[in-house]
């Protein structure tokens, strides 16, 4: 925990917290279980026990939002092609050493939350941008679950799809009230040892194998998963044969499976960027475990980007990092070649996004 630094200029009601005998409270939210005094925060910094409460420091402000291709997720079997709108908070509860967007997950600058977004606003720029979802990411959706939660609610009267790129590091009932609202996640299976999980990330692995439980087998979100691969920290065969054969037993081949480049940042500047044969051979070996949409990312690849129908082994999506280059499945996502009905979610193809990153104000876009 950490002692409170500024204040912000409002606090929302906290949910998923108990007051304990010794006048602390204690967050329910994740596994973490932060017991705090008053005024202090939680290591993910943004949840406060306030005035003997728990209260969100975040609520209605984000760090930044962007229009960007839904693969960049990433989400490859969940509307191809469309754009979705982007956007984070500020803190993380989890410490990876080598988070690719520390400036947002680590920050301790009031300043980073730029924008005043509330949730209305957000689901009216959505349709008005013309974005099929909202993207719940940068961060972690976990550790402002309220405020998603709300955005959640107005996105879906809208008809507006909601996606939550997180860690899954969740307590169970919040787990079930967030993906309650969520209509597809990508989660980041950072690594397929505790050991790493505590080392390099302050957490342990079982919670987010637990998440990824829950949302396959007893929810209706669509589901994809993403390992960042680090040269020497989660790269061998072994570790990466594990973890395969985890998700073909527990998951289903039907899972898909992307495999990212690191390169170095924040507190590991020190290890240096993925090889491509890294992602080549993290592919290969999830082919071979049974798993049947496995895909290369942070590269141009595409091979390692292309969707091939699992009954005749056609190309149905050929990409090369965030571009569709073809596209030969119906809408509703059957293969043209051989009419086999591929998993995710699809609609008529129309011009797809294309690899575009788009920074928007919520102000002007509303």
């Known amino acids: 925990m950490e002692a409170a630094g500024p204040a912000l200029a409002s606090s929302h009601p906290g949910r998923w917290w108990h007051a304990l005998a010794d006048g602390r409270v204690q967050c329910d939210l994740c596994p973490r279980d932060c017991r705090l005094h008053e005024g202090q ?202 973890e395969s054969r985890w998700i073909m037993e527990h998951l289903g081949p039907d899972v898909p499976l992307h495999f990212s480049a690191f390169h170095p940042d924040w507190k590991m500047t020190d290890v240096p960027a993925t090889p491509h044969a890294t992602l080549t051979r993290a592919r290969e070996i999830a082919l071979r475990a049974g798993l049947r949409y496995v895909y290369t990312g942070n590269v141009h690849d595409e091979g390692g980007g292309t969707t091939s129908c699992p009954s005749c082994g056609a190309p149905v999506i050929v990409r090369d990092w965030y571009q569709i280059k073809s596209y030969q499945l119906n809408e509703q996502g059957a293969c043209l070649a051989c009419g086999a009905q591929l998993p995710g979610r699809y609609q008529k193809f129309g011009k797809p996004f294309g690899p575009r990153r788009i920074p928007v104000r919520l102000s002007a876009a509303a």
């Open 41 to 242: 925060r939680g290591l993910c910094f943004v949840r406060k026990m306030e005035q003997g409460r728990m209260v969100l420091t975040t609520y209605g402000r984000s760090s930044g939002f962007c229009v960007d291709p839904i693969e960049k997720k990433p989400l490859n079997n969940f509307f191809p092609g469309t754009s979705v709108l982007s956007f984070g908070t500020a803190g993380c509860n989890l410490a990876c050493k080598f988070c690719q967007n520390w400036d947002i997950s680590r920050s301790r600058e009031m300043d980073r939350l730029q924008d005043a977004a509330a949730p209305e606003a957000i689901a009216q720029a959505a349709v008005k941008l013309g974005c099929k979802s909202v993207a719940y990411t940068y961060n972690d959706p976990v550790i402002f679950a309220e405020y998603a939660m709300d955005i959640a609610d107005a996105c879906r009267a809208r008809g507006v799809q909601n996606v939550a790129v997180t860690a899954g590091y969740i307590h169970a009932e919040p787990r079930r009230e967030l993906y309650a609202k969520m209509d597809a996640a990508n989660v980041d299976l950072k690594a397929f040892t505790d050991d790493f999980y505590f080392k390099l990330c302050g957490g342990h692995l079982q919670p987010v194998l637990d998440t990824l439980v829950y949302l396959v087998k007893e929810t209706q979100v669509w589901t994809e998963i993403t390992t960042l691969l680090i040269p020497g920290k989660n790269d061998s065969d072994a570790e990466l044969e594990a």
